[in-house]
């Protein structure tokens, strides 16, 4: 599986497409005009471990909803990227077994090698 959920409007993440290699092999998901399903969501957990790794604690609503002074479960973190696209950290991209969550320098160079060598 080749895969990227991104969000289209973000310009970090038109940045990071830029720098994956042979990008037309991979399928594109813009989360705002695609929301993610929950039987994606949960793949995508299954892939990253938790579902607390799949979310941005960057994201304004984090803040504005008080979010940050709550302790929050799996299932608080479940139903709020489902309910709010901006609560996924992105962009997510999915190799085969391999799945790269988020945008720190360490993990795009990863991905962009991950899909260099990717077939």
């Known amino acids: 599986m080749l895969k990227i959920v ?3 409007t973000c310009s ?3 940045r990071i497409l830029k720098e994956i290699p042979r990008l ?13 399903t929950p039987a994606q969501l949960d793949e995508l957990k299954k892939r990253a471990g938790s579902y607390e790794a799949l979310f941005s604690r960057v994201a304004l609503k984090y803040r504005s ?3 940050n002074t709550m302790t929050l479960s799996e299932k608080d ?3 709020w990227i489902l309910q709010e696209y901006t609560f996924l950290k992105r962009p997510v991209v999915v190799i085969g077994k391999e799945i790269f969550i988020g945008n720190a320098p360490k993990t795009v160079k990863a991905m ?3 899909a260099a060598k990717a077939k």
């Open 6 to 8: 991104h969000l289209a």
């Open 12 to 14: 970090t993440c038109q």
């Open 24 to 36: 037309k092999r991979f399928e594109l998901q813009d989360i705002k005009t695609q929301p993610i």
């Open 65 to 67: 909803l008080g979010l």
């Open 77 to 79: 973190y479940r139903k």
């Open 112 to 114: 962009v090698e991950a």
